[in-house]
């Protein structure tokens, strides 16, 4: 959102960063079992995530459904405890904190939910909802502070002062989302993580909390992670994206050259797939069609992750050494053996790949449409 | 029409929310909105008001007998202007019989109903605010309890305390418990995976005040739903148990099962004596159970505008 | 000569103890033989009740559906029910946006398909389950002779829409209606079901109506527009113009609010004030009025009607006081 703040990653500055993730793994078992519950495999829901997040930015987490991105988000705060991996926050280690120092770190990180009515309590009250992060940690002297500041936030996020007394239900989705803006903010804290913020809103009203969101960011200085599949409202808002596959992320840039050069093939292949609204440029876009589905996290390939769908497979590596993330240019980083010369042209998109191993895969094909 | 219409278009809109208020309130319009709720709550009510006021209703004392119109041995009086529903084998009146027997069906009703809802309720709380070993087994228990049959199970208890119409109520109510438990438990566990109490702890609530501020209020709607239904088979449930010579009351104090118990072997000879039991049992239960159905609907959220 | 032809549609809802909700009314369009149109608007701008009208999908009680639908010539909306159910599925047919609720659950895909080919094209067992394996295939399910044993739960999201695409294909119906078949869907199996259909109007000369709430969507694959609000038609044009030059105040806004993957970042997107809910009854004028940045007096006095825009032929407005075109140009300069 803020240009000129970003700071490009791993060029030494670590100090910058609010936030900095190492080899986070999130791993669910799968249980059977009739009496005993027997661990029989693992869902590698993110399974291995380095990032760093510099203070006042925004880092936007794009990729499929069921990729790991929330996981990841959750994780991040631990709402769901990580497997491995570290998360420095400000320089206090995430991860060490134990019960009630946990508990007062909440107050800098928030996070803001997908469905914003399923993240209210019906039962509650707005001023209750907002009331009740404020009594948790002894926010003021009393219940005049805090109706000040219910105000106050309800005036940040553009809601009349009546609110206050209303239920969830009785607000349309963007009043909701912004109830839930509302509560994130309570605490005033320094980083945000935004789970799909605008994708249960309807088209019009989405661009409102967008514009919410950036207001906010300039106005407190805060940092966000925005987490979503709709990689055009991500590199709207985003400094620096990073792209996930199957729990990991293949790529890593500023917002600015994502689209005007994407390195990764899943990122081409995504980027190409996103309609955009000018029938002009639909007409000349070249699409590069996936064919078959995520394959499932609890049985990820060997080797490159995206393999079996890949375009721009390789004989060699791709389907047995898994790849790095690596930064082939300043600010640029991708897990990918071949990135060089597929950005340099070197390797086409293949008009025809199968691999007969994968029955979930099908034949990418190139079409210009 | 100007300008101004089009503003308060919108304030119009915005005042109708306001009329909103609770998450009850709301389910309440919504279910007088509902013929069946209507219908149940009217037979509800009736029961109810018979059972409170059944010594200014019932034209005879349930005990008094009226020897003058048994014409012999076997004889069993029909409906006459003076006994409306007329006599049973002892010559006492049936209407009056039926109204007392309200009472006493009420009673068992709500009390078997209140224990096993009160002992689901604590089982079910810790099981899904504790989780881990205690969930496990508590619903290990749970699980075998269900695995006996409802009413053999009561039978076993009921026979075990005793012939009374207490051991005829707990026998119903632990009957009863592990289904409000494990409705509670399976609520709890979806309800706590929810949004809100995620949002709950990512503030730094403690797991107390989410659990019992947040998680259980949420999940208790279908346990009262259940409850309105539980009312209705403790009725018929305590009238099987009466009916199998288990309840031990007072015969003299008239109880709906009961009567039906001890009537039934005028079955060929007097049927209107198992018919008018019969009819109350049924009836309210119907009561209770459009009740609590239509409650269950107006409860879903999914329901809401 | 176009294959079907709504006129003057209106479905009022009316349910006791409430008032009547007019849910769709004054729409009308076309669509012909190997064309594309789409329906576009916000979630309850009557989308989808105005498929399942075409369909004879509304409830019976309780949905009052005014004016006509003609298809081939056939009257929809007096047709009696088992005639309708003949081109239900034959001529016609519809696929859904969540494709978990218009599959059974306890039937296995393949028997699923075999038993519209054996109804509508009286196919022998064994000559359905081939053709069954043929159309899986041919909507890139791979491996489609396992998969036909499988129940719906087994397969993925996209898989499941794309079976159901099959399904939809397997009378070869002459009018597809798919009302927002990729809004649950990943964007990159959002491409592939595209994919898939625009290459059934090209070679099968389907007619399709698109339902949906992405603009961009319409952008690749739509002849012609049909922009919704509130229930009404307030735009209509082919989409190089809508794209081009939006007229309607709405249109316009949508196409600001939404952020372009091939624009450059930085610009605030323009939101349009309120929410969908913000309306009037059209009766009283625009229903858009409340939200509208080009609100005249006369907006909220009567209710402007769909006419032929006075700039652009073919091209037209339900609106007193559209977006200059010049304006336009100089905004988007
Ligand atoms: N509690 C859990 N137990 C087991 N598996 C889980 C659990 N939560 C998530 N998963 C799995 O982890 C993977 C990642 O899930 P996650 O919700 O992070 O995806 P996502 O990228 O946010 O997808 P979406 O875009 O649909 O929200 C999925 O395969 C999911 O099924
Ligand atoms: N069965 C119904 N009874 C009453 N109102 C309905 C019914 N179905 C839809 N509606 C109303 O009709 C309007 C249009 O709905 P719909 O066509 O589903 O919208 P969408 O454009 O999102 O597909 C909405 O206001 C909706 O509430
Ligand atoms: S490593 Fe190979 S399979 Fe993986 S993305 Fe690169 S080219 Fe494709
Ligand atoms: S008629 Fe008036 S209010 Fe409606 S869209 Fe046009 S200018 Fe706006
Ligand atoms: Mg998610
Ligand atoms: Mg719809």
């Known amino acids: ?369 | ?305 | 000569m176009s294959l079907l032809d709504v006129r003057d549609l209106s479905i009022v809802f009316s349910r006791r103890g409430r008032r009547d909700v007019r849910a769709v009314d004054e729409v009308t369009f076309s669509v012909a033989a190997g064309e594309t149109v789409g329906l576009v608007g916000e979630s309850g701008c009557g989308k989808s009740v105005t498929s399942l009208a075409i369909m004879g999908l509304l409830p019976k009680r309780g949905a009052a559906v005014g004016g006509s639908i003609k298809f081939d010539g056939t009257e929809l909306t007096s047709l009696p029910a088992d005639k309708m159910r003949g081109l239900r599925g034959r001529d016609i047919a519809m696929v859904f946006q969540d494709p978990m609720t218009s599959l059974n659950p306890v039937i296995p895909i393949g028997l699923q398909v075999t038993e519209v080919l054996r109804r509508h094209r009286d196919m022998d067992a064994a000559a359905a389950s081939k053709e069954a394996a043929s159309l899986l295939e041919r909507v890139g399910i791979p491996d489609p002779a396992r998969r036909l044993k499988e129940y719906p739960h087994q397969l993925s999201g996209g898989m499941r829409q794309r079976a159901l695409i099959a399904m939809a294909l397997a009378c070869k119906p002459r009018l597809l209606i798919a009302d927002e078949p990729t809004t649950a869907l990943d964007v990159t199996i959002q491409a592939q079901i595209l994919e898939l259909l625009k290459e059934l109007v090209v070679d099968s000369g389907t007619a399709l109506v698109m339902i949906t709430h992405d603009l961009g969507v319409v952008a690749g694959m739509c002849d012609s527009v049909h922009v919704m609000y509130s229930g009404r038609i307030v735009e209509r044009a082919s989409r190089w113009e809508l794209f081009e030059a939006p007229r309607h105040p709405y249109t316009a806004g949508l196409l600001a609010s939404v952020p372009r993957l091939d624009q450059a970042r930085g610009e605030k997107l323009e939101p349009i004030p309120g929410s969908p809910r913000d309306t009037i009854p059209w009766t009283q004028g625009c229903a858009f009025a409340p939200r509208c940045r080009n609100r005249i007096e006369s907006c909220t006095q009567g209710a402007p009607e769909l006419v032929a825009d006075k700039l652009r032929p073919d091209h037209d407005l339900r609106c007193f006081n559209p977006i200059d075109v010049a304006e336009q140009e100089a905004v988007t300069l």
């Open chain 2, 1 to 305: 029409m100007s300008l101004q219409v089009a503003e308060s278009a919108i304030q119009q809109a915005e005042h109708a929310d306001e009329a909103g208020g609770g998450l009850w309130r709301e389910a309440f319009r919504r279910l007088v909105r509902k013929p069946a709720a209507i219908i149940g709550a009217i037979f509800v009510a009736i029961f109810v008001i018979v059972a409170v006021f059944a010594p200014l209703i019932a034209p005879y004392s349930p005990t008094a007998t009226d020897l003058s119109q048994i014409k012999g041995p076997g004889h069993i009086p029909g409906p006459s202007s003076t006994h409306w529903l007329g006599l049973d084998d002892l010559g006492r009146d049936v209407f009056s019989r039926m109204i007392y027997g309200a009472r006493q069906s009420l009673v068992v009703g709500v009390v078997s109903m209140a224990f096993g809802m009160v002992g689901g309720i604590i089982l079910g709380l810790l099981a899904g605010g504790l989780g881990g070993w205690v969930d496990a087994t508590i619903m290990r228990f749970v699980d075998m309890m269900l695995a006996i049959p409802g009413l053999l199970f009561a039978i076993g208890i009921a026979a075990m305390l005793g012939q009374s119409l207490v051991s005829v109520m707990i026998a119903i109510g632990v009957v009863n418990i592990p289904v409000f438990a494990r409705l509670l438990r399976g609520q709890m566990l979806a309800q706590r995976e929810a949004d809100y109490a995620l949002a709950a702890k990512s503030l730094g609530v403690k797991r107390s005040r989410i659990i019992l501020g947040h998680v259980f209020p949420n999940s208790l709607s279908p346990v009262i739903v259940q409850g309105t239904l539980t009312l209705a088979t403790a009725i018929i449930e305590a009238a099987g148990l009466a009916f199998l010579g288990l309840s031990g009351a007072d015969p003299a104090i008239p109880e709906w099962g009961r009567m039906l118990a001890d009537t039934q072997k005028f079955l060929t000879s007097a049927p209107q004596l198992v018919f008018y039991p019969g009819i109350a049992i049924v009836l309210s239960a119907l009561g209770f159970t459009l009740l609590g159905e239509s409650l269950r609907e107006a409860l879903d959220p999914k329901n809401r505008r």
């Open chain 1, 1 to 369: 959102m803020s240009t000129e703040k970003q700071q490009p990653a791993g060029n030494g500055r670590d100090a910058e960063n609010l936030l900095s993730v190492r080899g986070l793994q999130v791993h669910f078992p799968i249980k059977k079992g009739i009496l005993v519950d027997r661990v029989v495999g693992h869902v590698k829901a993110v399974d291995g995530v380095d990032l760093d997040v510099a203070k006042g930015t925004t880092y936007g987490l794009v990729g499929e459904s069921g990729c790991g991105k929330s996981t990841l988000g959750r994780a991040i705060l631990r709402l769901i405890e990580p497997t491995a991996g570290t998360i420095s926050f400000d320089g206090v280690d995430v991860r060490a904190q134990r019960g009630e120092d946990m508990r007062r770190l909440r107050r800098r990180m928030q996070m803001v939910f997908q469905d914003p009515l399923a993240s209210l309590d019906p039962r509650q009250s707005v001023e209750s909802v907002l009331t009740e992060p404020l009594r948790t940690h002894g926010y003021g002297n009393g219940k005049a502070d805090h109706a000040k500041r219910v105000r106050e936030l309800l005036d940040v996020v553009g809601l009349p002062a009546n609110a206050a007394g209303r239920y969830p239900h009785e607000f349309s989705g963007g009043q909701r989302q912004r109830v839930g803006i509302a509560r994130a903010l309570a605490l005033s804290p320094d980083l945000i993580i935004a789970d799909e913020p605008v994708s249960a809103l309807d088209v019009s009203i989405q661009a409102q909390i967008v514009n919410l969101l950036e207001e906010l960011q300039e106005q407190l200085g805060l940092t966000y992670i925005v987490v979503a599949h709709d990689l055009a409202v991500v590199r709207h808002v985003s400094d620096t994206i990073g792209v996930m596959y199957l729990g990991a992320l293949v790529e890593e840039s500023p917002s600015d050259d994502l689209y005007a050069e994407p390195l990764h093939p899943y990122t081409i292949a995504l980027m190409s797939a996103i309609p955009i609204p000018d029938p002009k440029v639909e007409e000349r876009r070249e699409r590069i069609l996936l064919t078959g589905d995520l394959p499932s996290p609890a049985n990820t390939p060997p080797g490159c992750r995206f393999h079996t769908r890949c375009p721009f497979r390789q004989p060699k590596r791709c389907a047995d050494e898994l790849p790095a993330l690596r930064e082939i240019r300043p600010g640029r980083k991708v897990a990918c053996h071949y990135a060089e010369d597929i950005a340099a042209g070197h390797i086409r998109p293949a008009e025809s790949v199968h691999d007969p191993a994968a029955t979930e895969v099908g034949t990418p094909t190139v079409v210009a449409s």
